[in-house]
Protein backbone atom coordinates (compact mmCIF):
# COMPACT_ATOMS: atom_id res chain seq x y z
CA UNK A 1 0.00 0.00 0.00
CA UNK A 2 2.72 2.55 0.60
CA UNK A 3 4.66 1.91 -2.46
CA UNK A 4 1.46 2.02 -4.16
CA UNK A 5 0.84 5.30 -2.64
CA UNK A 6 4.27 6.73 -3.56
CA UNK A 7 4.13 5.73 -6.96
CA UNK A 8 0.47 7.33 -7.38
CA UNK A 9 1.72 10.64 -6.24
CA UNK A 10 4.75 10.67 -8.58
CA UNK A 11 2.53 9.53 -11.33
CA UNK A 12 0.20 12.46 -10.43
CA UNK A 13 3.17 15.01 -9.75
CA UNK A 14 3.73 14.72 -13.66
CA UNK A 15 0.73 14.89 -14.63
CA UNK A 16 0.61 11.12 -16.50
CA UNK A 17 -2.85 9.42 -16.57
CA UNK A 18 -3.49 5.94 -15.53
CA UNK A 19 -3.87 5.01 -19.13
CA UNK A 20 -0.63 6.25 -19.96
CA UNK A 21 1.42 4.52 -17.22
CA UNK A 22 -0.48 1.20 -17.95
CA UNK A 23 0.36 1.42 -21.65
CA UNK A 24 4.25 1.91 -20.46
CA UNK A 25 4.08 -1.44 -18.24
CA UNK A 26 2.49 -3.49 -21.28
CA UNK A 27 -0.95 -3.63 -19.00
CA UNK A 28 -4.28 -2.39 -18.36
CA UNK A 29 -5.75 1.06 -16.43
CA UNK A 30 -7.35 -1.50 -13.98
CA UNK A 31 -3.62 -2.91 -12.91
CA UNK A 32 -2.21 0.80 -12.43
CA UNK A 33 -5.18 0.92 -10.21
CA UNK A 34 -4.97 -2.24 -8.04
CA UNK A 35 -0.84 -1.36 -7.73
CA UNK A 36 -1.36 2.25 -6.38
CA UNK A 37 -3.96 0.74 -4.03
CA UNK A 38 -1.96 -2.01 -2.97
CA UNK A 39 -3.53 -4.65 -4.04
CA UNK A 40 -1.71 -6.59 -6.78
CA UNK A 41 2.27 -7.65 -6.31
CA UNK A 42 4.90 -6.05 -8.02
CA UNK A 43 7.08 -7.03 -10.81
CA UNK A 44 10.53 -5.69 -10.30
CA UNK A 45 10.34 -4.47 -13.74
CA UNK A 46 7.10 -2.43 -13.97
CA UNK A 47 8.29 -0.68 -11.37
CA UNK A 48 11.71 0.13 -13.20
CA UNK A 49 9.60 1.15 -16.35
CA UNK A 50 7.46 3.13 -14.23
CA UNK A 51 9.90 5.07 -11.94
CA UNK A 52 11.97 5.95 -15.69
CA UNK A 53 9.10 6.95 -16.93
CA UNK A 54 7.96 8.91 -13.99
CA UNK A 55 11.72 11.18 -14.35
CA UNK A 56 13.18 9.52 -11.17
CA UNK A 57 16.85 8.77 -11.86
CA UNK A 58 18.22 9.24 -8.49
CA UNK A 59 19.74 5.67 -7.79
CA UNK A 60 19.64 5.96 -4.21
CA UNK A 61 15.63 6.61 -5.01
CA UNK A 62 14.96 3.63 -7.52
CA UNK A 63 16.66 1.61 -5.05
CA UNK A 64 14.39 1.90 -2.26
CA UNK A 65 11.29 1.83 -4.27
CA UNK A 66 12.46 -1.80 -5.41
CA UNK A 67 13.17 -2.65 -1.72
CA UNK A 68 9.67 -1.80 -1.16
CA UNK A 69 8.60 -3.85 -3.83
CA UNK A 70 10.83 -7.15 -3.02
CA UNK A 71 9.29 -6.65 0.59
CA UNK A 72 5.94 -6.12 -0.38
CA UNK A 73 6.06 -9.79 -2.85
CA UNK A 74 7.23 -11.20 0.74
CA UNK A 75 4.55 -14.05 1.46
CA UNK A 76 2.39 -13.34 4.19
CA UNK A 77 1.91 -15.95 7.74
CA UNK A 78 -1.47 -16.40 6.75
CA UNK A 79 -0.67 -17.43 2.73
CA UNK A 80 0.15 -20.93 4.55
CA UNK A 81 -3.32 -21.63 4.90
CA UNK A 82 -3.69 -21.33 0.74
CA UNK A 83 -7.40 -22.03 -0.09
CA UNK A 84 -8.74 -22.50 3.36
CA UNK A 85 -9.14 -18.64 3.25
CA UNK A 86 -11.03 -16.84 0.62
CA UNK A 87 -8.88 -14.45 -1.45
CA UNK A 88 -9.88 -11.41 -0.49
CA UNK A 89 -10.41 -11.93 3.56
CA UNK A 90 -6.42 -12.97 2.95
CA UNK A 91 -6.10 -9.12 1.83
CA UNK A 92 -7.92 -7.85 4.56
CA UNK A 93 -5.29 -10.16 7.25
CA UNK A 94 -2.31 -8.09 5.59
CA UNK A 95 -3.99 -4.89 5.99
CA UNK A 96 -4.31 -5.66 9.45
CA UNK A 97 -1.13 -6.99 10.02
CA UNK A 98 -0.05 -3.27 8.54
CA UNK A 99 -1.89 -1.43 10.79
CA UNK A 100 -1.25 0.45 13.57
CA UNK A 101 -4.52 1.01 15.12
CA UNK A 102 -7.89 -1.00 14.68
CA UNK A 103 -11.27 0.55 15.49
CA UNK A 104 -13.85 -2.19 15.69
CA UNK A 105 -17.76 -2.16 15.67
CA UNK A 106 -18.97 -5.83 16.02
CA UNK A 107 -23.00 -6.39 16.40
CA UNK A 108 -22.87 -10.41 15.94
CA UNK A 109 -20.68 -11.98 17.81
CA UNK A 110 -17.25 -11.40 19.81
CA UNK A 111 -15.02 -9.79 17.13
CA UNK A 112 -12.26 -12.32 16.20
CA UNK A 113 -9.65 -10.36 17.63
CA UNK A 114 -10.98 -10.91 21.19
CA UNK A 115 -12.32 -14.46 21.17
CA UNK A 116 -10.88 -17.43 22.73
CA UNK A 117 -10.14 -20.94 20.99
CA UNK A 118 -13.05 -22.50 22.44
CA UNK A 119 -15.86 -19.62 21.08
CA UNK A 120 -14.11 -19.28 18.15
CA UNK A 121 -14.10 -23.01 17.03
CA UNK A 122 -18.09 -22.88 18.20
CA UNK A 123 -18.27 -20.19 15.93
CA UNK A 124 -16.45 -21.48 13.16
CA UNK A 125 -18.18 -24.86 13.93
CA UNK A 126 -21.69 -23.59 14.52
CA UNK A 127 -22.02 -24.78 18.08
CA UNK A 128 -20.61 -28.02 16.88
CA UNK A 129 -23.04 -28.88 14.09
CA UNK A 130 -20.80 -28.53 11.17
CA UNK A 131 -17.35 -31.17 11.14
CA UNK A 132 -14.03 -29.53 12.14
CA UNK A 133 -12.38 -29.96 8.98
CA UNK A 134 -8.77 -28.74 8.07
CA UNK A 135 -10.56 -25.51 6.91
CA UNK A 136 -12.15 -24.60 10.00
CA UNK A 137 -8.81 -25.72 11.90
CA UNK A 138 -6.89 -22.98 9.67
CA UNK A 139 -9.44 -20.36 10.13
CA UNK A 140 -9.30 -20.44 14.12
CA UNK A 141 -5.58 -20.82 13.21
CA UNK A 142 -5.37 -17.55 11.49
CA UNK A 143 -7.53 -16.27 14.06
CA UNK A 144 -5.57 -17.16 17.16
CA UNK A 145 -2.57 -15.48 14.84
CA UNK A 146 -3.70 -12.18 14.67
CA UNK A 147 -4.38 -11.87 18.53
CA UNK A 148 -1.17 -12.39 18.68
CA UNK A 149 0.08 -8.93 17.48
CA UNK A 150 -2.22 -7.32 19.87
CA UNK A 151 -1.22 -8.88 22.77
CA UNK A 152 2.98 -8.55 22.45
CA UNK A 153 3.16 -4.85 20.22
CA UNK A 154 1.60 -2.55 22.55
CA UNK A 155 2.64 0.46 20.27
CA UNK A 156 -0.80 -1.68 18.26
CA UNK A 157 -4.04 0.15 19.54
CA UNK A 158 -7.67 -1.51 18.99
CA UNK A 159 -10.30 0.21 20.35
CA UNK A 160 -13.39 -2.26 20.07
CA UNK A 161 -17.29 -1.42 20.43
CA UNK A 162 -19.73 -4.23 20.92
CA UNK A 163 -23.76 -4.00 20.67
CA UNK A 164 -24.79 -6.07 23.89
CA UNK A 165 -26.99 -8.49 21.42
CA UNK A 166 -23.41 -9.72 20.42
CA UNK A 167 -22.03 -10.45 23.95
CA UNK A 168 -25.08 -12.03 25.14
CA UNK A 169 -25.95 -14.19 22.11
CA UNK A 170 -25.09 -17.92 23.49
CA UNK A 171 -21.97 -19.34 21.70
CA UNK A 172 -21.00 -22.97 22.63
CA UNK A 173 -21.42 -24.00 25.91
CA UNK A 174 -22.50 -22.05 29.12
CA UNK A 175 -18.18 -22.26 30.62
CA UNK A 176 -17.63 -21.48 26.95
CA UNK A 177 -19.42 -18.29 27.35
CA UNK A 178 -18.46 -17.76 30.64
CA UNK A 179 -14.41 -18.11 29.84
CA UNK A 180 -14.98 -15.99 26.77
CA UNK A 181 -16.71 -13.13 28.93
CA UNK A 182 -13.85 -13.05 31.95
CA UNK A 183 -11.47 -12.70 28.29
CA UNK A 184 -13.12 -10.12 27.66
CA UNK A 185 -12.80 -8.59 31.17
CA UNK A 186 -9.20 -9.71 31.24
CA UNK A 187 -8.10 -7.86 27.82
CA UNK A 188 -10.21 -4.54 28.63
CA UNK A 189 -7.17 -4.22 31.46
CA UNK A 190 -4.59 -4.47 28.28
CA UNK A 191 -3.03 -0.36 27.89
CA UNK A 192 -3.34 -0.94 24.63
CA UNK A 193 -6.79 -2.15 24.17
CA UNK A 194 -9.78 0.06 24.73
CA UNK A 195 -13.47 -2.42 24.91
CA UNK A 196 -17.09 -0.56 25.19
CA UNK A 197 -20.43 -2.14 24.80
CA UNK A 198 -23.72 -0.09 23.85
CA UNK A 199 -26.52 -1.35 25.91
CA UNK A 200 -30.10 -2.67 25.15
CA UNK A 201 -31.62 0.35 26.05
CA UNK A 202 -29.58 2.69 23.24
CA UNK A 203 -32.08 0.96 20.60
CA UNK A 204 -31.87 -0.38 17.67
CA UNK A 205 -30.30 3.14 16.19
CA UNK A 206 -26.91 1.95 17.62
CA UNK A 207 -26.63 -1.32 15.07
CA UNK A 208 -28.30 -0.21 11.96
CA UNK A 209 -24.78 0.75 10.26
CA UNK A 210 -23.89 -3.43 10.89
CA UNK A 211 -20.23 -4.59 11.28
CA UNK A 212 -17.45 -2.50 10.41
CA UNK A 213 -13.53 -1.93 10.95
CA UNK A 214 -11.63 1.44 10.42
CA UNK A 215 -7.88 0.80 9.97
CA UNK A 216 -5.23 3.41 10.76
CA UNK A 217 -1.21 3.32 9.17
CA UNK A 218 1.58 4.84 10.69
CA UNK A 219 2.65 6.18 7.38
CA UNK A 220 1.12 9.73 6.94
CA UNK A 221 0.34 9.72 3.09
CA UNK A 222 -1.83 6.59 3.47
CA UNK A 223 -5.75 6.64 4.04
CA UNK A 224 -7.70 5.23 6.53
CA UNK A 225 -9.39 2.16 5.25
CA UNK A 226 -12.61 1.08 6.59
CA UNK A 227 -13.28 -2.64 6.13
CA UNK A 228 -17.08 -4.23 5.50
CA UNK A 229 -17.06 -8.02 5.44
CA UNK A 230 -19.85 -10.00 3.96
CA UNK A 231 -20.96 -13.55 3.37
CA UNK A 232 -19.07 -13.90 0.60
CA UNK A 233 -16.36 -11.19 0.43
CA UNK A 234 -16.01 -7.65 1.91
CA UNK A 235 -15.76 -4.00 1.25
CA UNK A 236 -12.98 -1.48 1.34
CA UNK A 237 -14.14 1.74 1.34
CA UNK A 238 -11.02 4.39 1.23
CA UNK A 239 -12.57 7.56 -0.22
CA UNK A 240 -12.24 10.13 2.12
CA UNK A 241 -16.15 10.65 2.80
CA UNK A 242 -16.95 7.27 3.07
CA UNK A 243 -14.23 7.12 5.58
CA UNK A 244 -15.40 10.19 7.42
CA UNK A 245 -18.97 8.94 7.95
CA UNK A 246 -17.88 5.73 9.25
CA UNK A 247 -14.98 7.50 11.66
CA UNK A 248 -18.34 9.92 12.63
CA UNK A 249 -20.46 6.88 13.53
CA UNK A 250 -17.85 4.84 15.26
CA UNK A 251 -17.31 8.36 17.79
CA UNK A 252 -21.30 8.68 18.33
CA UNK A 253 -21.30 4.79 19.16
CA UNK A 254 -18.19 5.56 21.86
CA UNK A 255 -20.62 8.69 23.31
CA UNK A 256 -24.07 6.47 23.87
CA UNK A 257 -21.76 2.97 24.70
CA UNK A 258 -20.84 2.50 28.02
CA UNK A 259 -17.29 3.95 29.53
CA UNK A 260 -14.57 1.24 29.57
CA UNK A 261 -15.18 0.94 33.39
CA UNK A 262 -18.77 0.61 33.03
CA UNK A 263 -18.50 -1.96 30.23
CA UNK A 264 -16.42 -3.94 32.99
CA UNK A 265 -19.05 -3.79 35.33
CA UNK A 266 -21.34 -5.04 32.81
CA UNK A 267 -18.83 -8.09 31.64
CA UNK A 268 -18.70 -9.09 35.84
CA UNK A 269 -22.93 -8.94 35.97
CA UNK A 270 -22.81 -11.18 32.95
CA UNK A 271 -20.73 -13.66 34.20
CA UNK A 272 -22.21 -13.97 37.51
CA UNK A 273 -25.45 -14.54 36.00
CA UNK A 274 -23.47 -17.27 34.11
CA UNK A 275 -22.29 -18.92 37.49
CA UNK A 276 -26.01 -18.82 38.81
Known sequence: MLLGSQLRRLREAKGISRADAAYKIRGSESKISR??????GFKTRDVEDLLTFYGVEDEAVRDSFLKLAREANEPGWWQQYGDSLPSWFQSYVGMEEAAT???????????????TEDYARAVVTRGGRKKLDDAA???????MRRQERIRKNHNVKLWVIIDEPAVRRPVGTPEVMRAQLEHLYDLSMAP?????IVPFHQGVFAAETGSFTILRYPEYDLPDVVYVEQLTS???QEKRAD????TMTLEWL?????RPDQ???MLQKMIKELEE
Do not use: D, M, S, W
Not at 192 to 196: D, P, S
Open 35 to 40: IELGRV
Open 101 to 115: QLRVYETQFVPGLLQ
Open 137 to 143: RHRIATR
Open 192 to 196: NITLQ
Open 234 to 236: CLF
Open 243 to 246: VEQY
Open 254 to 258: AVVAE
Open 263 to 265: TRK
